[in-house]
């Protein structure tokens, strides 16, 4: 299957900063990538989906504004958490889609902690 | 709407002994279904998966999973535990838009 590399695997900052969390296939070509957060004891929730060369798709309730996807190029996914405040502080996760068999490769995840 | 549930929030078994984690979906079309373990501060590690075909299907570490149509369950199971099966397993609904959606997690202890 494919790898999906995810950077970086943790981070801390200071409330207001902003984080910048990069997610590249390695193998594949990915048109689009799924952006994924978890809080503690909660499931995985769908945040949006990139797409390659045009806006990204946010889920109801997902603050584009503040969680900001960029797709410049077929391997690389990038999601900004501007002004990051602690109710962020969460586990985000990328997912490229497999082939054409509905499965999905995902990266090793991202924990934010925002202090 | 598309739900996962995972009744069992916990659990903890002796090593050797045998499990057995539950899962139910709603789905309004044929279910594409996944399960997939989470180590501390790891990704998502794809356990098996049903798409269609035979019900029972095999997967990695030992692991298999029973799709049940009329009961809309997916358990998974293992004939033995290992201490290092100790993990959070996620069940998941997948769609034809390859986006997931996920039950909330079963949090296994293995005791010695």
């Known amino acids: 299957g494919a790898v999906v590399s995810q950077h970086p695997s943790w981070v801390i900052c200071k409330s207001g900063t902003s984080v910048k969390i990069e997610c590249r296939s390695l193998?594949?070509?990915?048109?689009?990538m799924f952006w994924y957060r978890q809080f503690p004891k909660q499931s995985l929730m769908l945040m949006a989906t990139s797409n390659e060369g045009s806006k990204a798709t946010y889920e109801q309730g997902v603050e584009k504004d503040k969680f900001l996807i960029n797709h410049a190029s077929l391997t690389l996914s990038t999601l900004t958490v501007t002004s990051a405040h602690p109710e962020d502080s969460s586990f985000y996760i990328c997912?490229?889609?497999?082939?054409?068999?509905?499965?999905?490769?995902f990266g090793q995840g991202t924990r934010l902690t925002v202090v | 709407a598309q739900s996962v549930t995972q009744p069992d929030i916990h659990i903890t078994v002796s090593e050797g002994a045998s499990l057995e984690l539950r899962c139910n979906y709603s789905y309004g079309a044929t279910p594409y279904l996944f399960w997939y373990v989470q180590s501390p501060g790891q990704g998502l590690q794809l356990l098996l998966k049903?798409?269609?075909?035979?019900?029972l299907v095999q997967g990695i570490k030992g692991f298999e999973a029973e799709f049940k149509r009329s009961q809309s369950s997916f358990n998974l199971r293992k004939p033995s535990v290992h201490w290092s099966d100790a993990a959070e397993y996620f069940c998941a609904v997948g769609t034809t838009g390859n986006q997931f959606y996920f039950g909330t997690g079963t949090s296994l202890t293995v005791i010695p």
């Open positions: 049903y798409f269609s075909g035979d019900t």
């Open positions: 997912s490229q889609p497999g082939g054409g068999s509905t499965e999905a490769f």
């Open positions: 193998d594949f070509q990915a048109t689009t």
